[in-house]
């Protein structure tokens, strides 16, 4: 039997996504490995949320195959599929939380709907998820809406983190943070990922981001994974887009950056 740490938490291979006649992947090959901080980036209509969508078994690929935890997603039944998704935790770009429950009760919910735990036991798991990610239990009873945007996401990110998951998706987690508020969400998900040894895949198309947490980069252009590897090495790879993307002045900042920030983990 293959060893569980050597075999790809989420293994895409020949992916096709095409919508009539227009093709939005074409031979697509991705292999992520356990523990790996992943991100995906691309330009506007390279599909990188579409991949998202297809890793979380969302939407279908025209052809290939989308493995995670080395079952084909597509070819799943409901009772394997709801077993995969038991095991990742997905944080929305804007946090998605429930408008009509309080920030315990947004976390609760998906331990709720297991039916596995007797309410005590939710509560205390409930706000240690929430002490993980800076939130103190007066904060707790407030409604989404009495939340800051910084505290949204965090407890967005407890929820996500409620049934202990292995696997943790984000979608640009740090847009419509401030500069401190977004390096101390980066702080947070990067001692998480240490703290639960997590797999993490990232949508972003923030650059300190970017480099600050990805041990590897996937680019998506010309409807292919066109470099994939350390950051390092992704840059160095000659190519219209990741010129433009990596190497304009912004870019540069954030490199010089991420080479003058001591090693982690």
């Known amino acids: 039997m293959q060893n569980e740490s050597k075999r790809p938490i989420i293994d895409i291979r020949n992916l096709w996504t095409q919508f009539g006649r227009f093709i939005v992947h074409q031979e697509v090959n991705l292999k992520i490995m356990p523990g790996e901080i992943v991100s995906v980036v691309g330009g506007s209509g390279s599909g990188k949320t579409t991949l998202l969508r297809q890793m979380l078994g969302l939407q279908k690929p025209t052809r290939g195959s989308v493995k995670v935890f080395g079952v084909d997603i597509n070819q799943a039944d409901t009772d394997e599929l709801q077993s995969l998704r038991n095991r990742w935790g997905m944080l929305f770009q804007h946090g998605a939380l429930f408008s009509a429950l309080t920030a315990f009760d947004n976390v609760a919910l998906p331990m709720r709907e297991l039916r596995a735990m007797p309410e005590e036991l939710i509560r205390d798991a409930v706000l240690l998820k929430l002490h993980m990610v800076g939130i103190d239990p007066e904060q707790a009873l407030k409604m989404p809406a009495d939340l800051s945007g910084g505290m949204i996401k965090r407890v967005a990110l407890a929820r996500a983190l409620a049934l202990e998951p292995e696997l943790l998706f984000l979608d640009e987690p740090t847009a419509g943070l401030d500069p401190n508020l977004s390096e101390n969400f980066v702080e947070l998900i990067r001692s998480l990922h240490q703290k639960m040894r997590l797999t993490v895949v990232m949508v972003t198309h923030d650059l300190d981001t970017l480099l600050a947490l990805s041990t590897r980069i996937a680019v998506l ?45």
């Open 221 to 265: 252009a010309d409807k292919q994974v066109i470099a994939y590897g350390k950051p390092d090495d992704v840059v160095a790879v000659q190519h219209p887009f990741i010129e433009q993307f990596f190497l304009g002045a912004r870019g540069r900042r954030a490199l010089e950056g991420m080479h003058a920030a001591p090693e982690t983990g």
